[in-house]
């Protein structure tokens, strides 16, 4: 289990994007699942919809490919890379996130050469199913070597 802290350790992220408070399960170049804990005090919330909070679907979608960054990125060969959005298919949201769910972020690697992957993802609230979609994702170093003349 990954607490917060070691998250941030293997992901860029910081509040208010850090989208997933704990990894429960992780097989480093798998699969993983997140946790994430959707509060009142959420900054979207305020205008995403005042008087009727929902949380945006891309932010669901977000947290999938931050679980995602993680299973990816634990691996000690890809420690120095970045995992960024390559773009998303077939993204079905079910029921709407409120505060006080609690989501449950499945994702697996269906596909992962030299640096561009694909993941399935799925958002859970109870045993709900609430988003799911596939993820595309391609790596880029945090620092790359400077280009030489």
């Not at 802290?5 to 994007?17: A, D, L, N, T, V």
């Not at 596939?134 to 070597?145: G, H, M, S, Y």
């Given at each position: 289990?990954?607490?917060?802290?070691?998250?941030?350790?293997?992901?860029?992220?910081?509040?208010?994007?850090?989208?997933?408070?704990r990894i429960i399960e992780l097989e480093e170049g798998k699969?993983?699942?997140?946790i994430k804990n959707v509060s009142s005090n959420e900054p979207?919330?305020?205008?995403?919809?005042?008087?009727?909070?929902?949380?945006?679907?891309?932010?669901?979608?977000?947290?999938?490919?931050?679980?995602?960054?993680?299973?990816?990125?634990?691996?000690?060969?890809?420690?120095?890379?970045?995992?960024?959005?390559?773009?998303l298919d077939e993204v079905k949201f079910k029921r709407q996130?409120?505060?006080?769910?609690?989501?449950?972020?499945?994702?697996?690697?269906?596909?992962?050469?030299?640096?561009?992957?694909?993941?399935?993802?799925?958002?859970?609230?109870?045993?709900?199913?609430?988003?799911?979609?596939?993820?595309?994702?391609?790596?880029?170093?945090?620092?790359?070597?400077?280009?030489?003349?």
């Open positions: 289990m990954l607490q917060s802290k070691e998250i941030q350790e293997i992901i860029p992220h910081r509040y208010p994007f850090l989208m997933v408070d699969r993983a699942v997140g979207y919330f305020q205008g995403h919809f005042p008087g009727h909070p929902i949380m945006p679907g891309v932010l669901i979608m977000e947290a999938l490919a931050q679980v995602g960054a993680v299973v990816i990125l634990k691996m000690p060969e890809f420690a120095d890379h970045l995992a960024l959005f390559a773009g996130v409120i505060p006080g769910d609690q989501l449950r972020l499945e994702i697996e690697l269906i596909k992962f050469r030299k640096s561009f992957g694909v993941a399935q993802g799925k958002a859970y609230v109870g045993e709900t199913l609430v988003a799911e979609g596939i993820l595309k994702f391609f790596l880029e170093r945090k620092n790359p070597a400077p280009v030489s003349d």
